[in-house]
């Protein structure tokens, strides 16, 4: 199995930046494609981002191009989303998500097979 550890969140102001990391342990061996998604308060969960298992293939949600750039660095099976100008409504709770695929073609929750347990996202105005 593998479990998926989200960190990073927190309380910024408006115009701020945060980077939030996720750490993938256990059975990591073999090619994975990440996500972003996030699940702003009394709405479903969105897509943000994804990256592919070599890093070299990213997408993102129109939402959010610009501003949030997904890495990830493979040596230490770590997802990275920096994010920047941050505003209220990018307050959420941000998940990470592994696909076993070296990519992933859409942008939908079931297309992913492990999932971490989130970490809040709060920007003041």
């Known amino acids: 199995q593998v479990q998926l550890v989200e960190s990073g969140g927190g309380l910024v102001p408006a115009g701020g930046s945060l980077r939030l990391s996720c750490a993938a342990s256990?059975?990591?061996?073999?090619?994975?494609?990440m996500g972003w998604f996030r699940q702003p308060p009394g709405k479903e969960r969105e897509f943000v981002a994804a990256?592919?298992?070599?890093?070299?293939?990213?997408k993102y949600a129109d939402s959010v191009k610009g501003q949030f750039t997904i890495s990830r660095d493979n040596a230490k099976n770590t997802v990275y989303l920096q994010m920047n100008s941050l505003k209220p409504e990018d307050t959420a709770v941000y998940y990470c998500?592994?696909?076993?695929?070296?990519?992933?073609?859409?942008?939908?929750?079931?297309?992913?097979?492990?999932w971490g347990q989130g970490t809040q996202v709060t920007v003041s105005s």
């Open positions: 990256i592919s298992s070599s890093g070299t293939i990213t």
């Open positions: 998500a592994l696909r076993w695929a070296a990519w992933i073609s859409g942008t939908g929750e079931y297309e992913y097979d492990r």
């Open positions: 256990g059975r990591t061996s073999g090619s994975y494609a």
